[in-house]
């Protein structure tokens, strides 16, 4: 590829739309023996190749994550010229307008929750095992052995699904909007996936926003719930109407 450049999609301030923001398009030649459209669909399969273009173009995006606002285009969007380039940029002005207002000088961050259930049931398993004591080696203490590994399942399953809507909304209170994936308790290393959330944070609530997740991660450890927060990104989850 060849060095990025910007081409100036505002020839005079009446094209600045809605968002009253002047537009740059980053862009950078790419040879069509490399890059054309053949050539890319022919290696899509190769994940090495892809995931090195996916880098790169990843790098350019967050190199401008310091502006008022960045739309990310698709990976190996391509245009035969920069005249197409910003004839594109010009039919998709109201739409683009309208994104441009809804995550200018705000910045993405990315929360995570995990479940450690050992360290969640350590206490749990204590009278779990009283029980069991006193149940002693009948089939009635089988019984109670079993449901109260039931009951403790149910109640930290309960008690977990209230714990990461307390911290979302808690959140989603320092953010413009706020995203919550569907994570279905996706198995991950460590533990469930209780909570996979993006939150667009105003710029001035940046620090705000990383002080009360840092808090309420220290908070929730002891009770074997791993928080990890992500971020600042480019509001990559707020750009689609």
Do not use: C
């Not at 399969?45 to 790098?59: G, I, K, N, Q, T």
């Not at 010009?90 to 705000?106: F, S, T, Y």
């Not at 399953?157 to 990461?164: K, L």
Request: hydrophobic share 45%; charged share 25%.
């Amino acid at each position: 590829m060849g060095r990025v450049r910007l081409l100036d999609a505002n020839p005079d301030d009446k094209t600045r739309g809605a968002s009253g923001l002047k537009k740059w398009l980053a862009v950078a030649d790419a040879p069509l023996s490399r890059f054309g459209e053949k050539m890319i669909n022919s290696r899509l399969s190769d994940l090495d190749w892809v995931s090195r273009a996916a880098l790169a173009h990843e790098a350019v995006v967050e190199a401008f994550i310091d502006s008022a606002a960045v739309l990310p285009m698709k990976l190996f969007t391509i245009f035969t010229n920069d005249e197409r380039a910003l004839a594109h940029l010009h039919g998709e002005q109201r739409r683009i307008d309208a994104v441009l207002k809804r995550v200018a000088n705000h910045r993405e961050w990315g929360v995570r929750v995990v479940l450690d259930r050992a360290r969640a049931t350590v206490g749990k398993r204590a009278v779990v095992g009283k029980q069991a004591a006193r149940g002693g080696g009948s089939g009635i203490g089988y019984l109670s052995r079993k449901k109260a590994q039931r009951d403790v399942a149910a109640e930290l399953a309960g008690r977990a699904s209230d714990t990461v809507a307390e911290l979302f909304d808690l959140l989603a209170g320092q953010a413009s909007l706020s995203k919550r994936r569907v994570s279905g308790e996706l198995p991950v290393p460590g533990g469930p996936l209780l909570l996979d959330a993006a939150f667009l944070v105003p710029a001035s609530r940046s620090a705000r926003f990383r002080s009360l997740a840092a808090r309420e991660a220290r908070t929730l450890d002891r009770d074997g719930y791993r928080v990890t927060l992500t971020g600042p990104w480019p509001a990559y989850s707020f750009i689609q109407d």
